[in-house]
């Protein structure tokens, strides 16, 4: 079944597996995965059995299986690992502690890991949003390296976004945003190359545009990756709507008050 099973080996192990899943708290991150992907499914997010999130607490990550409707998944559904177990430092052979009996873990599951072991995040969360979609499709009729990444500033909405891992504060209504866009391979794995790059290319990035998909957005915490991909969502279904009004994303607007 594609690539993922020939190119990825997975390793079972742990006493009482189930414990790591099994919470009446409805913030563990086996419960809020499959709560979070049904309010994204309500969104178009994760339709089809696309997209999905993933969870890390400190060295335990939570993954969704592959190829199941995202917003139907239960508990029981999902798959953990702890990172310090994982001997393949490009996680491509991965060892989970938990494993549902049925399923292959999401094929997202190692662009879900750069962004936990590149950027210490808390969440990442992957959408097939048309609005994603479309804003690669609109940078794709450009030339050059300005097709390879969107800009956009004097939105209120970029206040939603942090300056960067490690740094404090967000974004102004002047700053300009840019999320960097990659192109899509056939196979979802493959992408993280592509994705890792962009990562270094783009130190302060919360995000990563993958062209006629959709995107790859983290955050320090769950509450952050998901107000960040509110936010992005927000921005592009605004630059596309923009562009039909024949609107530029990038502005000059003089600054009124005191700049802080
Ligand atoms: C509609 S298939 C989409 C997949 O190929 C992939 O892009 C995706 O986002 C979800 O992969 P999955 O392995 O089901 O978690
Ligand atoms: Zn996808």
């Not at 030339?143 to 206040?159: C, L, M």
């Not at 927000?234 to 709507?241: C, D, G, H, K, S």
């Amino acid at each position: 079944m594609g690539s993922q099973s020939n190119r990825t080996k997975v390793v079972m192990s742990a006493d009482k597996p189930d414990d790591l899943i099994t919470s009446d708290n409805p913030d563990h991150p086996a419960n809020l995965i499959p709560s979070l992907c049904a309010k994204f499914w309500t969104l178009g997010w994760v339709t089809g059995t696309g997209g999905g999130c993933s969870i890390r607490e400190d060295d335990l990550v939570y993954i969704a299986p592959s190829g199941v409707q995202k917003e139907l998944m239960k508990p029981t559904d999902i798959y953990v690992l702890s990172l310090a177990a994982q001997t393949d430092p490009t996680l491509r052979q991965r060892t989970y502690l938990r494993s549902p009996p049925c399923y292959k873990p999401s094929q997202c599951t190692p662009l879900f890991l750069a962004a936990f072991t590149r950027r210490g995040a808390g969440c990442c969360i992957h959408t097939h949003s048309h609005w994603a979609v479309l804003v690669t499709l609109l940078l794709e009729q450009q030339q050059g390296d300005s097709s390879k990444v969107f800009e956009i500033n004097n939105i209120e909405q970029i206040k939603g976004f942090g300056r960067g891992m490690g740094k404090t504060g967000n974004l102004g209504y002047h700053d300009t945003l840019r999320i960097p866009v990659i192109e899509n391979t056939p196979h979802e794995e493959d992408l993280t190359e592509f994705l890792e790059e962009a990562m270094e290319q783009y130190p302060d990035t919360y995000a990563v545009l993958v062209r006629r998909h959709g995107v790859y957005v983290w955050g320090d915490n769950v509450h952050k990756a998901k107000t960040q991909c509110e936010s992005l969502d927000y921005l592009f279904q605004l630059a596309v709507e923009m562009k039909q009004l024949g609107l530029p994303w990038i502005s000059q607007v003089t600054p009124v008050g005191p700049q802080r």
